[in-house]
T-cell receptor
Framework: DAGVIQSPRHEVTEMGQEVTLRCKPI?????LFWYRQTMMRGLELLIY????????DSGMPEDRFSAKMPNASFSTLKIQPSEPRDSAVYFC????????????FGPGTRLTVL | KNQVEQSPQSLIILEGKNCTLQ??????????LRWYKQDTGRGPVSLTI?????NTKSNGRYTATLDADTKQSSLHITASQLSDSASYIC?????????????FGKGTTLSVSS
């Protein structure tokens, strides 16, 4: 969990409600990633930013999902309207590049949509 | 299709015993292979990273091997401890790409019992 703060850690909401997940990376990175993890599909990349600019959002499942990174120390992932199939653990990860492009994950937000 | 397959899906061993987890991949072009440990309720944490020219790398009681010819990797855990109970995820990095380059396996869940 080094270097990444995610909030909330747990979120329970009803179908149709808007959900906003937050990520606060510690400085020293240049890339930020949003992942979704489910038992069935494992970890899936949703979107990633490089120097605060969205580079690839091809993993975003549909228009109900959107992500922003207004500055280097904050990013949000929004789901509107939420659906039960969105229930998963959402991770934010950061990377400073380098030869291995190593990524450091936050603790995740467990989302349950009823 | 780029894929990472892990086996077994789950494993139960007694404390103090050794175990080996397997990872087969069909990813090309290959850059590096990582093993992550994910404790329950936490984000994945990197254990080892190997490039195609490295065939073994150790991190304490964890030793990863890589056979780039057969596209297989293994993670060997020596003298297991209760704290080794976790999910172990094999991840392959596509060469030449940054954020969207990671192909994740679904993980092996290891339970170490006393």
């Amino acid at each position: 969990d080094a270097g990444v703060i995610q909030s909330p850690r747990h979120e329970v909401t009803e179908m149709g409600q808007e959900v906003t997940l937050r990520c606060k990376p510690i400085s020293g990175h240049n890339s930020l990633f949003w992942y979704r993890q489910t038992m069935m599909r494992g970890l899936e990349l949703l979107i990633y930013f490089n120097n605060n600019v969205p580079i690839d959002d091809s993993g975003m499942p549909e228009d109900r999902f959107s992500a922003k990174m207004p500055n280097a120390s904050f990013s949000t992932l929004k789901i509107q309207p939420s659906e039960p199939r969105d229930s998963a653990v959402y991770f934010c990860a950061i990377s400073s590049g380098g030869p291995y492009n190593e990524q450091f994950f936050g603790p995740g937000t467990r989302l349950t949509v009823l | 299709k780029n894929q990472v397959e892990q086996s077994p899906q789950s494993l139960i061993i007694l404390e103090g015993k050794n175990c080996t987890l397997q990872c087969n991949y069909t990813v090309s072009p290959f850059s590096n292979l990582r093993w992550y440990k994910q404790d329950t309720g936490r984000g994945p944490v990197s254990l080892t990273i190997m490039t195609f020219s490295e065939n073994t790398k150790s991190n304490g009681r964890y030793t990863a091997t890589l056979d780039a010819d057969t596209k297989q990797s293994s993670l060997h855990i020596t003298a297991s401890q209760l704290s080794d109970s976790a999910s172990y995820i094999c991840v392959v990095n596509l060469e030449g790409q940054a954020g969207t380059a990671l192909i994740f396996g679904k993980g092996t869940t290891l339970s170490v019992s006393s």
